[in-house]
């Protein structure tokens, strides 16, 4: 028999799962859907992300609800958009094959009138973020006087978001006698003070140990000084050059920093928020998600919620305030029993950090070696021979052209042959980490070779040290023609074709833009842009040294170029990747939070 049908799940319902590939219940759900499905306790149940917790609490919804009522029945609250559209799609999926489920997703940042449309025709099941919710309850819209059961999905990221008092309000609106199912990753003392106010003798569940991490996460972490930790974090991706991953940071403006340094040495990479539009978040998610980002730059509450599978690494570029952080941050990869790395970077004075960390997780750190530069080298070289023995051939369009390629390597050997193809790549690398120091700190001398070695290296460190070599120059886009940073940064290093390297500080304004540029390389973008032209408007690139102020105007400066062909690809290019398009000015805050 199939084991949902065993644990009390109709035909109807199993069906719909076994079709989403559910074959087994996940440990939560074997343990908790016999509970829940009796309606009659309250519930506790510590579980991380992705252990299957929305079918653990969504199935026995779905058998306990009436559905030939058209009144609110359940509330489902957590913490982000993004989950509350999650978990509403998966009970919809759920309940694919019963009539008259109606579900709906209430959450910031979307139109408010479509939400109270589907209200007001009629639902069970409410999903919602706290904010819009206690809005939708404040215009008197909704009535919860027939609920029977209250979901917390992610309490403690709800508590970390500040939403205690709005989660009391919306509770008020509820009757006493409901049920009350909470889930939480981490049981820190105010989730503890929740359960214990709102519940009466709860049923308590742990999946996993206490607090700990997912037993596929590996824990790594590097000791390096502060000042090497982007060389360093930029060693380790390069020497994973599959990698698909989350780096996290604890501001919003190093979350900001870091994209752009990784965007500018030529990264695939953004950042993700909480001053971004929800559009904003949302076009950085969907590139995420399909792959066409590599690296997602955020803040912990931006990537709450984030249900993306294949995680391969979660970075720590600093490492969380909060120790429970640590877990919700390393929750990102291993989901759906895949494995994944979840590595920090940290000093010295930071150890005792990790220490700390590993109690709490109940597992230990592995300490790793930053790569040296021949083995990034290596590494990427043999992926490039991977991609090479993966690479599918189109032999209908590729062939018209092999008489001639062929020709061109008549007096080459298949060694030569290979030997070139392999240097394309492997030639930028191999410049790039020639003579790279190491970056390691020995935990014993707490100090490294790197002062030694580091007079004269050809590594980046940030563009603080190079800024006296650097011209200030002017250009009249900016973000009113949708350029993001990293966008322009694209669009003059493609029309120019110096490298991103080469400019340093980017100051985005409204209709124009000031940009530093190496001394070296000033004459190239004033020629790179001599003809330029966007969306028909000419291109004025100047020197903004001599007088030109942040304040528009003045006269024209000494050198300027402008009108002719358009040679603009970079930042369409992005576009059309669905590039996210940040809002410097502050874009609206979504629901109620702190970052
Ligand atoms: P959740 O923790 O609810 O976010 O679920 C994490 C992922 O596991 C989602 O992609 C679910 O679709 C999937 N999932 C949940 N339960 C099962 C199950 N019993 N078998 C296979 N996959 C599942």
Redesign the pocket.
């Known amino acids: 028999m199939n084991p ?1 049908i065993e644990l009390g799940i109709r035909h109807d319902i199993v069906n719909a ?1 076994t079709e ?7 440990p ?2 074997e343990q908790a859907v016999p509970v829940l499905l009796t309606g009659s306790n309250d519930f506790v149940g510590l ?10 609490f969504g199935l026995p919804l779905l058998e306990l609800l009436d559905f030939s009522q058209r009144h609110p029945q359940a509330l489902v609250l957590c913490p982000t958009r993004e989950l509350c559209l ?2 509403s799609k ?1 009970i919809e999926k759920f309940a694919k094959n019963i009539p008259n489920v109606h579900v709906v997703a209430v959450y910031g940042g979307a139109s408010i009138s479509d939400q109270l449309r589907q209200i007001r025709r009629g639902v069970q099941i409410v999903v919602a973020t706290p904010g819009r919710m206690l809005d939708i309850i404040g215009r008197n819209a909704i009535d919860f006087s027939n609920v029977r059961y209250v979901v917390l999905d992610e309490a403690d990221e709800m508590l970390n978001m500040g939403f205690q008092e709005d989660i009391n309000n919306i509770l008020s609106t509820t009757p006493d006698e409901k049920k009350t199912w909470l889930f939480s990753a981490t049981m820190p003392a105010e989730v503890r003070r929740i359960a214990k106010n709102y519940m009466t003798d709860p049923f308590e569940l742990t999946v996993g140990t206490k607090n700990s991490g997912n037993a596929n996460i590996e824990h790594h972490y590097y000791v390096i000084r502060a000042r090497d930790k982007y060389a360093a974090f930029k060693r380790i991706v390069d020497s994973n050059p599959e990698i698909f991953g989350i780096v996290f940071c604890r501001t919003k403006v190093e979350t900001q920093e870091i994209a752009e340094s990784l965007i500018k040495d030529g990264y695939n990479a953004d950042s993700l928020h909480g001053d971004l539009s929800q559009q904003q978040r949302d076009k950085v998610m969907k590139r995420y998600r399909e792959r066409s980002l590599q690296l997602l730059i955020a803040t912990d509450v931006a990537a709450r919620g984030i ?1 993306v ?1 294949d995680v391969t690494h979660v970075i720590n570029y600093s490492l969380p305030d909060e120790i429970e952080n640590y877990t919700h941050r390393s929750g990102r990869t291993a ?2 029993g895949k494995t994944g790395i979840s590595l920090s970077l940290v000093n010295l004075k930071e150890l005792g950090k990790i220490r700390q960390i590993e109690k709490v997780i109940g597992k230990s750190f592995v300490k790793m070696e930053v790569p040296r530069g021949e083995a990034v080298v290596e590494s990427q070289l043999f992926a490039m021979i991977h991609k090479v023995q993966q690479v599918s051939v189109n032999d209908d369009h590729i062939d018209p052209y092999l008489p001639k390629i062929l020709e061109s390597f008549a007096d080459l050997s298949k060694e030569e042959i290979i030997k070139r193809f392999a240097s394309l790549e492997f030639n930028r690398f191999l410049e790039y980490y020639q003579n790279a120091p190491d970056l390691n700190v020995d935990a014993n001398e707490g100090r490294n070779s790197f002062d030694r070695e580091r007079k004269g290296k050809g590594e980046r460190f940030g563009r603080d040290g190079y800024k006296s070599d650097y011209t200030r120059l002017f250009i009249n886009l900016g973000s009113v023609d949708e350029f993001t940073r990293g966008d322009i940064l694209g669009y003059i290093c493609n029309t120019t074709h110096i490298s991103g390297k080469s400019i340093g500080k980017i100051d985005l304004k409204g209709v124009y833009t000031f940009f530093e540029v190496e001394n070296a390389s000033v004459d190239k973008v004033f020629s790179g842009f001599q003809n330029a032209e966007f969306n028909g408007r000419s291109v004025r690139v100047e020197n903004a040294g001599e007088g030109r102020g942040d304040s528009r105007g003045g006269e024209k400066r000494n050198r300027s170029f402008r009108n002719g062909s358009s040679d603009y690809n970079g930042g369409r290019r992005k576009r059309e990747n669905g590039g996210g398009f940040r809002d410097f000015s502050g874009g609206k805050r979504r629901e109620k939070s702190r970052w």
């Open positions: 949902f799962i989403l590939g559910f074959e087994k219940p996940t939560i759900q579980a991380q992300t992705g252990t299957g917790k929305t079918a653990a999650q978990i998966d249900d599978n989901r759906a």
